[in-house]
């Protein structure tokens, strides 16, 4: 069941990613609103779907890759879907949702053998790691408008007055994207990393045991900190914050990759 | 009925002229009234813009619609003469009348094709014919449709979706870096008319403040009180840049004003909040190496130019697609009025056939009196099968042809064998001697169904004639005694 509906679910999204792609490029408004009918139906199959993933076996706690990886594609889909009722931003689909299917896709394609679960010694383990998708959610969203930003940026200097720059919103409006979308990422993220040190300390005994996962993630933390900080201080925006922000999601796309490959494990000196 | 349309506009008469014809709004309802007292002239409605006057109206004859308005629009200004006037009028009837409203509702007859004003202008033009109620069944729905024609052209086109001035570009491009321009700063520098211009487009969007300078110190204060904004001596103004959202610059000087350098320390100075430069000067006054600063983005007057050139091209494309769509509501539009055209014809051959029906049986009364009722039925029957047959072939024909190319053909045969025209004249005439007072009349004016009337009342059975219809028959008890 749930495999069916996680099924339709990425088959929707990956068409209404063919049609947002399109209609990045094409005049037609009805494109848009075929997708985003499409998306919509996706999310829903997708909501039942993850109920029925998460009251199956553990209960409702967030404890394996893929019960994660399912929940952040649902999340960046809510936060697109609450994007475009509030500013009817539908180019936004060609952008989020290629990452949303990406996300959900990996739970279809990486087998469940291959990604180690998440001991549940510790019982609000799973705190840990909804906080930390959550945060990525807000990452993975300021990627976006960063890459966005660039785009129009490009346009803009080079005077191509076409479709893409009619459709991408102003700069100033992804910029502020940018910002919201961190401002609200990094604090989840940091609670995530305190909440998981907090697990570790119970768990193993440590609240950090310089793991390359851990580090890459505290590497990654300190980055949107000093984004952060380097905004509010010397005015690293618009452009500048555009780049900074790419850099520093595949930051967190590598720390993903290193616990999918490596786990999420006791380190191997324990 | 026809539809005619005269006017002028911008294409066909100086502003002088369209001044002297605009009424003031609060005697529209006076010039309309006006308008409709011509003889001949049923509906009216007055579309003025300060583009254009125009009188739509609904006439019936073409020829004398025509004079009537024209007379009408000479008597709006004192000072007016015919000669004056005439040659710069445009007159349209029925299909070409149709095609022009819905093409200037349509925005496709404007100065700047596509602008959106004119379909408020229409609206508020019809309002005021209902108002006064010089607007009928056939203008009404004119009205209406010419509405709904303009508003499928703004949906399924694009023809307003872009700028198409140089000075409103630059608003449309600064909208690509800030979303929402009330809370900006803009900087004036220079006194050039299109920066000016782009000026005021800035204000009407609502930004925040407005920074003046020029070389010419006295010149700064007058274009500051223009434009409420606050001068800043000219040279200071690169220290001051770091203010400004947008600069706008167009002075007359022969070398650059700005340089990278300025802008560089501006862009800096501003946290690296983006800067939109706008340089409509020739020969230009923003050095070009501003682009490569980041954060800053500079257009001069040949971007714009490009950017509103690929604009006006779409602009015309669209418009293609507007006149096909007005084309189409035109040929709609024109199918009803025929439909409704036959229909008159109709009502009034019935009519007609009934009458003498009447008039013969009354005849046949006052020789045949002592005949029974049973004999009478007899006799009224005969009287209803004679005529019903004989029109049997021309109502169907006249219906059947109410869409076809011929139709009006068959009206015009049908008006001729019957005589209608001359009959509804009578009628008319008698219903108003008889309005008059007229009362002993009254007889004679039997046949009192005015056109007008039985344009509303279309449905008059002719084998079944209602009971006010019968003739009073010396047995019938129902009945009273005419003599």
Redesign the interface.
């Known amino acids: 069941m749930v495999t069916v509906a996680f099924a339709s679910a990425l088959v929707c999204y990956f068409s209404s990613t063919l049609l947002f792609l399109i209609y990045l490029l094409r005049?037609s408004e009805t494109l848009a609103r075929i997708a985003l009918a499409l998306t919509s139906v996706a999310f829903a199959v997708h909501t039942v779907g993850l109920v029925l993933h998460l009251v199956a076996g553990e209960g409702i706690r967030l404890i394996s890759f893929h019960k994660a990886m399912a929940f952040f594609s649902w999340t960046l889909v809510l936060v697109f879907l609450g994007v475009v009722l509030r500013y009817r931003l539908h180019v936004l689909g060609a952008f989020l949702l290629p990452l949303a299917f990406l996300a959900l896709l990996s739970t279809a394609v990486v087998p469940t053998s291959s990604v180690p679960v998440l001991q549940p010694v510790f019982q609000t383990v799973w705190i840990h790691v909804t906080l930390s998708v959550l945060g990525t959610v807000g990452f993975a969203v300021a990627f976006v408008a960063g890459l966005m930003y660039i785009m129009?940026d490009r346009l803009?200097?080079s005077?191509q007055?076409n479709v893409l720059?009619f459709k991408l919103?102003?700069?100033?409006?992804l910029d502020a994207l940018n910002q919201r979308s961190i401002l609200l990422g990094f604090p989840l993220l940091t609670l995530g990393i305190l909440t998981g040190a907090v697990s570790a300390q119970i768990t193993w005994g440590s609240y950090l045991s310089w793991n390359p996962e851990q580090v890459w993630a505290l590497i990654t933390w300190a980055f949107y900190l000093i984004v952060l900080m380097g905004r509010i201080t010397?005015?690293?925006?618009?452009?500048?914050a555009a780049y900074l922000t790419i850099v520093g999601f595949a930051g967190v796309v590598l720390t993903f990759l290193g616990i999918l490959l490596k786990g999420h494990g006791p380190p191997a000196s324990l | 009925m026809h539809a005619i349309a005269i006017g002028l506009s911008h294409k066909t008469a100086p502003v002088e002229l369209r001044e002297m014809l605009a009424v003031p709004e609060s005697r529209i309802g006076e010039a309309l009234g006006r308008l409709v007292a011509y003889p001949g002239v049923r509906e009216g409605m007055l579309l003025q813009t300060c583009n254009r006057v125009e009188v739509y109206a609904i006439v019936e004859h073409v020829e004398s619609g025509f004079s009537a308005v024209q007379d009408f629009l000479v008597e709006t200004h004192f000072s007016l003469s015919a000669e004056q006037l005439l040659p710069h009028l445009y007159w349209y009837a029925g299909e070409r009348a149709i095609s022009h409203l819905f093409r200037v509702a349509s925005s496709l007859d404007s100065m700047v094709v596509g602008e959106p004003q004119i379909l408020g202008q229409v609206k508020d033009a019809f309002r005021l014919a209902l108002t006064h109620n010089t607007s009928g069944v056939i203008l009404n729905k004119l009205a209406k449709k010419a509405i709904s024609v303009a508003k499928r052209v703004r949906t399924e086109t694009?023809i307003a979706e872009n700028a198409v001035s140089v000075s409103y570009a630059a608003v449309e491009?600064a909208?690509?870096?800030?979303?929402?321009l009330a809370q900006k700063t803009v900087f004036l520098i220079g006194a050039g008319e299109m920066a000016k211009l782009a000026a005021q487009h800035f204000i009407t969007h609502g930004v925040r403040q407005i920074l003046v300078t020029t070389r010419d110190g006295a010149r700064v204060r007058k274009m500051a009180d223009r434009f409420k904004g606050i001068p800043v001596p000219f040279d200071e103004f690169r220290g001051e840049l770091y203010q400004a959202d947008i600069v706008l610059c167009s002075t007359g000087a022969s070398h650059f004003l700005i340089h990278r350098e300025d802008v560089v320390r501006a862009v800096?100075e501003?946290?690296?909040?983006?800067i939109f430069l706008i340089d409509v000067s020739v020969p230009r006054n923003i050095d070009p190496a501003v682009?490569e600063v980041?954060?800053a983005?500079l257009?001069d007057i040949d971007?714009l130019e490009?950017?509103i050139e690929?604009n006006r091209e779409e602009r015309r494309q669209e418009a293609l697609k507007a006149e096909q769509i007005v084309k189409e509501e035109v040929e709609v539009m024109i199918k009803w009025l025929q439909s409704l055209e036959a229909t008159p014809t109709i009502v009034a051959l019935r009519e007609r056939a009934q009458r003498i029906k009447e008039g013969e049986l009354q005849k046949a009364w006052s020789r045949l009196g002592h005949l029974s009722s049973q004999e009478w039925a007899a006799i009224e029957n005969l009287a209803s099968a004679i005529v019903n047959k004989l029109l049997h072939g021309s109502l169907v024909a006249l219906k059947s042809a109410a869409q076809a190319e011929e139709r009006a053909f068959y009206i015009e045969a049908a008006r001729r064998f019957y005589h209608l025209d001359e009959w509804e004249k009578e009628c008319r005439l008698n219903h108003s001697r008889m309005a008059a007072g007229n009362q002993s009349d009254q007889h004679a004016s039997r046949p009192a169904a005015s056109p007008a009337h039985s344009r509303q009342s279309i449905e008059v059975p002719v084998n079944v004639p209602p009971s006010h219809h019968r003739i009073a028959r010396p047995d019938d008890e129902q009945t009273a005694d005419p003599a």
Do not use: E, I, T
Request: charged letters at 40%.
């Open positions: 005049r129009q803009l200097k005077k007055f720059s919103p102003p700069l100033d409006f010397v005015g690293w925006r618009a452009k500048k | 694009r491009l909208k690509k870096v800030f979303s929402n800096r501003r946290m690296n909040r983006p682009r980041d954060n983005f257009f971007d490009m950017h690929q």
